[in-house]
């Protein structure tokens, strides 16, 4: 089984919608992370976090909520989904004290 | 605005060639500096990184630092075309050790290694 699941991998929803993607890792790590990828911009950080009472915003948190609910599931909400959300989100852990980020599969999400 | 930039390619060398991937980043206080490998389709991998100037090998790769110049560069000997991906650097505010986070990322440089 893989280290970081995302789920869904893929989701078509309309503007509007309340969104959920999940994140579970089954590697102990402490650390948390969702970054978005667009074409021609990168990978860019939404949120992190560093254990369950500890979550702070990234580069481009608006528009966007997130959720710790254990230290292995961290979830990812947009509240009213927008066209320019479109893009490809992954999640990725990492522990504490080490430089390394693992990134899950990604999830494709298209807002039409 | 921390910024990270990379040529985005794409960068095309023969197999066996030297691929040398270049990065440079506007924030001065950046301390730590990080490579990622992403096959298309694929989630981003970590190959290297580095935090003091100079030079850092891993096996066929190595991983050049110049805070002054505020460049990072990457060298990929004896280039395979499973070498044949989107590379980014990333660079951290944080020392190392305590676990970099709040990573800046460039937009990539595609490279690709003809057989």
């Known amino acids: 089984d893989a280290d970081v699941t995302q789920t869904p991998r893929n989701r078509i929803t309309k503007t509007g919608k309340r969104i959920m993607l999940e994140c579970s890792q089954t590697k102990g790590h402490d650390r948390m992370y969702w970054y978005r990828q667009d074409p021609g911009l990168g990978l860019r950080l939404i949120y992190y976090s560093f254990d369950v009472k500890d979550i702070n915003k990234g580069e481009i948190s608006d528009g966007y909520s997130v959720s710790r609910q254990a230290q292995a599931k961290f979830s990812l909400s947009l509240e009213s989904a927008i066209p320019n959300q479109t893009a490809l989100y992954f999640c990725?852990?990492?522990?504490?004290?080490?430089?390394?980020?693992?990134f899950g599969p990604g999830t494709r999400l298209t807002v039409l | 605005q921390k910024e990270v930039e990379q040529n985005s390619g794409p960068l095309s060398v023969p197999e066996g060639a030297i691929a040398s991937l270049n990065c440079t980043y506007s924030?001065?206080?950046?301390?730590?500096f990080f490579w990622y490998r992403q096959y298309s389709g694929k989630s981003p991998e970590l190959i290297m990184f580095i935090y003091s100037n100079g030079d850092k090998e891993d096996g066929r790769f190595t991983a050049q630092l110049n805070k002054a110049s505020q460049y990072v560069s990457l060298l990929i000997r004896d280039s395979q075309p499973s070498d044949s991906a989107t590379y980014l650097c990333?660079?951290?505010?944080?020392?190392?050790?305590?676990?970099?986070?709040?990573?800046?990322f460039g937009k990539g440089t595609k490279l690709s290694v003809i057989p």
């Open positions: 990725a852990t990492g522990p504490a004290g080490v430089d390394t980020q693992y």
């Open positions: 990333a660079a951290s505010p944080i020392f190392s050790g305590a676990g970099s986070y709040q990573l800046t």
């Open positions: 924030d001065r206080g950046s301390q730590s």
